[in-house]
């Protein structure tokens, strides 16, 4: 059974109880829906771009907000662009597969390292382990920085931790519980590639079953991307690089306590940002009589439903469909709305992101 060797020290400690701090002051914090939607699509793509930017992933923020939102296409970085659709479409399922009574198996952890290497949503099959040795080694130097276990080992490794995550659920707090399993699959390194990828995701999916997924609001990536020497310091624990040579019975105390902060630090980043987002609707009253009649009142179609078409447009005015139409190509034009859809019989809009706090749901 595995047995992790970890002290809460005074620093951990106080880390968790900012946590649970954070976690209460957010549930009591009003947001409206267009807010929410924001800062849940705002963490999503920096975790994204953080986690892919740790493995060398060469596209910035912006550019990796393109590929997911627009399909944006950058020539001879076809690869970068895979690893950001595979990560946000891994954090998309692991959205679908939350609820407090999950029991996380292999088959998760499995199934999120086949979607952060591949660009497809569904028709995902579960990756195997590795069937043979890696080594990690210095990108610079070429030498040998970790040598995990022998791939005969992994599935009783892979085993036992899983088994742990479930024992332990009344039995730790749940951040302590994620940043162990992030260490030990890092540590027992399954895959050829895509390791660190899904220990990031294994341990949002632990958070978020347990209660600590503050609405999907918070990014850890974006905490160990800002300092990944740091990040790599802290997980490179033990007296020997090679796995069965101290690895196995490290002390991983000092990780933990790094990932702890870390869970702070990024909570009390998204709590202030919920509380700007509260703040924008103090500005909203100029932004409304921007608006002409016809713009105020198309705003009630968005109360009920994120996205419209020229056809819900023609109801609400009594309009002829090629009169809607041409209404909603001057929205475009207007910076109003914008295309969801671009096909021509279905074509589909969804209000400008600027807009979006004159809408109450």
């Avoid at 002390?251 to 869970?263: A, K, P, R």
């Avoid at 609707?281 to 419209?308: C, M, P």
Wanted: hydrophobic share 35%; aromatic share 10%; with cysteine.
């Amino acid at each position: 059974m595995f047995k992790p060797i970890f002290q809460i020290t005074p620093t951990t400690a106080q880390a968790l109880m900012r946590i649970e701090a954070v976690k209460q002051h957010l549930l009591d914090l009003p947001l409206n829906v267009a807010a929410r939607r924001r800062l849940q699509e705002t963490a999503k793509l920096l975790s994204t771009h953080y986690s892919t930017m740790i493995e060398g992933n060469r596209l910035t923020l912006k550019e990796a907000k393109e590929v997911v939102k627009n399909n944006q296409h950058f020539p001879g970085r076809e690869r970068d662009e895979q690893e950001v659709l595979g990560y946000y479409n891994a954090l998309d399922t692991i959205e679908s597969w939350v609820k407090p009574d999950l029991k996380i198996t292999e088959t998760h952890v499995q199934r999120l390292h086949a979607l952060v290497m591949s660009r497809k949503r569904t028709g995902i099959k579960p990756t195997p382990y590795r069937d043979g040795q890696n080594v990690i080694r210095d990108s610079q130097s070429g030498g040998i920085v970790y040598l995990p276990p022998e791939a005969k080992d992994v599935p009783k490794l892979m085993d036992e931790l899983v088994a742990w995550i479930e024992a332990t659920k009344k039995e730790l707090p749940c951040p302590i519980r994620a940043g162990v399993t992030h260490y030990q699959l890092a540590t027992i390194h399954p895959y050829f590639d895509g390791n660190g990828r899904t220990a990031r995701l294994l341990t949002t999916l632990i958070l978020y079953v347990g209660g600590y997924d503050l609405n999907g609001f918070y990014s850890l990536e974006e905490y160990y991307g800002r300092n990944l020497a740091g990040y790599y310091r802290a997980l490179a624990i033990g007296p020997s690089h090679n796995y069965y040579m101290g690895r196995a019975e490290a002390d991983i105390s000092m990780w933990v306590e790094y990932f702890c902060l870390g869970v702070a630090e990024a909570f009390e980043n998204v709590f202030n940002a919920a509380k700007s987002q509260r703040d924008i609707k103090k500005g909203t009253q100029s932004l409304l009589r921007k608006l002409d009649a016809r713009q105020r009142r198309a705003l009630n179609l968005f109360q009920k439903n994120e996205i419209i078409t020229a056809r819900d447009v023609a109801k609400l005015f009594s309009l002829k469909p090629r009169t809607a139409r041409l209404l909603c190509q001057k929205w475009i034009e207007l910076g109003f709305i914008s295309i969801v859809d671009p096909a021509k019989k279905s074509r589909k809009y969804r209000l400008n992101e600027k807009y979006e706090d004159l809408v109450q749901k």
